[in-house]
């Protein structure tokens, strides 16, 4: 028996990880005791707003939506980026407390940058400061794979998951879902108890034609179809599968009128000499250097002073409820844009749509939340929560204790589950 098993084993995975982007980190297997639990799966479509399904009515996500449980919107964390959110839904913390505080930031401590395109910093341990869920798991004996999720390819407090993939942004959907459905095969001790997946296309779409575009409606539809596709090929295995689908933040149609420059000729050389400047867009961050020529405090001034369509903050005194004040990861000072304006200290090529602002001001930038299993209610709905109370609910429905500090509640999210 245990021979076979084992041959089942070397099988499945030998035809999903004839690429070298597929990884085994561990020969762990699930315990008897563990192998009694449920699966979670966790796909996240990359910059599907909260109202969406509603706007294109793909098919299959509307009856998933309508037959499950779902909230109203899902809230990310400031700022409405993907890795931030990634991190924030796979840790149950805010950026400040997991320290992926944009897709791109600088680290004083570490004198680094950090770059979603950069493959040495994303596979970094030292930035990410908070447990992801899949750590979590594979603590306390339950095997995890990520098809794909940011953090997912550093080791986090000296763990990766089992099975994991090096980010490729052009893998095909079907690669993807056959891989998904080849982990849910395996023999029980080699099972995934947690599974993640991963789609760009919609984020994709929406910034280079817009939210209202023809164009994120396919990607939506071809989105969908490859959900479906997984759901029905999973349904035959009759296993107790709990999908997750969330995204991480949503989109706003861009305007180009809608630029200011934060600073003229001048002031932009003033700052240069004595700052880091890192972002452009809806925020962006100003480092100190080792030997500034200038006061921050002034200096803050003579740029507010000007400021139309944007603010710049002491990094200790940014807006109170976006929680972005306390990681020295954000920039001493910061330049937050009021909704839909981008701002830099030059003007680049805008994008037809964008995300990044305050998930306080309007819904453009609220995410979804769709949840269907066994351990989930069917047709029901609660009123928006935060992206960082995923977190426990995961770890309720897979019963595993969280005994480190979290930022999120599952005060709001239990309510879906049965
Ligand atoms: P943005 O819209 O700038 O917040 O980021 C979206 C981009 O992040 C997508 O186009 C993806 O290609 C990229 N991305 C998503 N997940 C990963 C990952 N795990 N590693 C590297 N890049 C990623
Ligand atoms: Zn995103
Ligand atoms: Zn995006």
Same mark, same amino acid.
């Given at each position: 028996?245990?021979?076979?098993?084992?041959?089942?084993?070397?099988?499945?995975?030998?035809?999903?990880?004839?690429?070298?982007?597929?990884?085994?980190?561990?020969?762990?297997? %699930?315990?008897?005791?563990?192998?009694?639990?449920?699966?979670?799966?966790?796909?996240?479509?990359?910059?599907?707003?909260?109202?969406?399904?509603?706007?294109?009515?793909?098919?299959?996500?509307?009856?998933?939506?309508?037959?499950?449980?779902?909230?109203?919107?899902?809230?990310?964390?400031?700022?409405?980026?993907?890795?931030?959110?990634?991190?924030?839904?796979?840790?149950?913390?805010?950026?400040?407390?997991?320290?992926?505080?944009?897709?791109?930031?600088?680290?004083?401590?570490?004198?680094?940058?950090?770059?979603?395109?950069?493959?040495?910093?994303?596979?970094?341990?030292?930035? #990410?400061?908070?447990?992801?869920?899949?750590?979590?798991?594979?603590?306390?004996?339950?095997?995890?794979?990520?098809?794909? @999720?940011?953090?997912?390819?550093?080791?986090?407090?000296?763990?990766?998951?089992?099975?994991?993939?090096?980010?490729?942004?052009?893998?095909?959907?079907?690669?993807?879902?056959?891989?998904?459905?080849? @982990?849910?095969?395996?023999?029980?001790?080699?099972?995934?108890?947690?599974?993640?997946?991963?789609?760009?296309?919609?984020?994709?779409?929406?910034?280079?034609?817009?939210?209202?575009?023809?164009?994120?409606?396919?990607?939506?539809?071809?989105?969908?179809?490859?959900?479906?596709?997984?759901?029905?090929?999973?349904?035959?295995?009759?296993?107790?599968?709990?999908?997750?689908?969330?995204?991480?933040?949503?989109?706003?149609?861009?305007?180009?009128?809608?630029?200011?420059?934060?600073?003229?000729?001048?002031?932009?050389?003033?700052?240069?000499?004595?700052?880091?400047?890192?972002?452009?867009?809806?925020?962006?961050?100003?480092?100190?250097?080792?030997?500034?020529?200038?006061?921050?405090?002034?200096?803050?001034?003579?740029?507010?002073?000007?400021?139309?369509?944007?603010?710049?903050?002491?990094?200790?005194?940014?807006?109170?409820?976006?929680?972005?004040?306390?990681?020295?990861?954000?920039?001493?000072?910061?330049?937050?844009?009021?909704?839909?304006?981008?701002?830099?200290?030059?003007?680049?090529?805008?994008?037809?749509?964008?995300?990044?602002?305050?998930?306080?001001?309007?819904?453009?930038?609220?995410?979804?939340?769709?949840?269907?299993?066994?351990?989930?209610?069917?047709?029901?709905?609660?009123?928006?929560? %935060? %992206?960082?109370?995923?977190?426990?609910?995961?770890?309720?429905?897979?019963?595993?204790?969280?005994?480190?500090?979290?930022?999120?509640?599952?005060? #709001?999210?239990?309510?879906?589950?049965?």
């Amino acid at each position: 028996m245990k021979f076979i098993n084992f041959l089942a084993i070397l099988l499945t995975l030998a035809s999903c990880s004839t690429s070298k982007n597929y990884h085994t980190s561990n020969n762990r297997s %699930n315990s008897l005791e563990t192998q009694k639990k449920p699966y979670v799966l966790l796909i996240s479509i990359d910059g599907y707003r909260w109202d969406y399904t509603d706007k294109y009515g793909p098919k299959f996500l509307k009856q998933f939506k309508e037959s499950g449980a779902s909230v109203k919107s899902l809230r990310p964390s400031y700022p409405t980026k993907t890795f931030p959110n990634h991190l924030s839904l796979a840790t149950g913390s805010y950026p400040v407390n997991h320290g992926i505080v944009g897709n791109s930031f600088y680290a004083p401590t570490m004198r680094e940058e950090y770059s979603l395109r950069n493959r040495e910093a994303v596979t970094d341990s030292r930035f #990410y400061l908070a447990k992801p869920i899949w750590v979590l798991a594979e603590e306390q004996s339950l095997l995890t794979a990520t098809y794909f @999720w940011p953090g997912s390819e550093s080791e986090i407090d000296g763990l990766l998951p089992s099975y994991y993939l090096t980010y490729n942004h052009s893998t095909p959907h079907e690669d993807r879902i056959n891989t998904v459905l080849k @982990w849910y095969k395996l023999p029980e001790d080699k099972r995934p108890h947690l599974a993640t997946l991963y789609f760009s296309d919609v984020d994709s779409a929406g910034h280079k034609y817009g939210p209202n575009s023809n164009e994120v409606k396919n990607a939506i539809f071809k989105v969908d179809q490859s959900i479906e596709k997984l759901n029905t090929e999973l349904s035959k295995l009759n296993l107790p599968i709990n999908i997750i689908i969330v995204s991480d933040h949503g989109m706003a149609e861009v305007d180009p009128k809608k630029f200011e420059l934060i600073a003229s000729n001048e002031l932009k050389e003033e700052i240069e000499l004595s700052y880091k400047v890192i972002g452009s867009g809806p925020i962006v961050h100003f480092y100190m250097n080792d030997n500034p020529q200038t006061n921050t405090t002034s200096l803050l001034e003579r740029i507010n002073r000007n400021a139309d369509h944007f603010k710049c903050y002491d990094k200790a005194s940014t807006p109170k409820k976006l929680n972005f004040r306390d990681s020295d990861r954000i920039g001493d000072f910061v330049c937050i844009a009021n909704r839909d304006w981008s701002i830099g200290l030059t003007k680049g090529s805008l994008p037809k749509g964008n995300h990044g602002w305050s998930q306080y001001e309007g819904m453009d930038m609220h995410s979804i939340l769709y949840a269907k299993g066994p351990n989930f209610k069917d047709s029901f709905q609660i009123k928006t929560i %935060n %992206n960082i109370d995923l977190y426990p609910m995961i770890a309720k429905l897979l019963d595993l204790k969280i005994n480190h500090t979290i930022d999120g509640t599952i005060k #709001y999210s239990k309510e879906l589950l049965k």
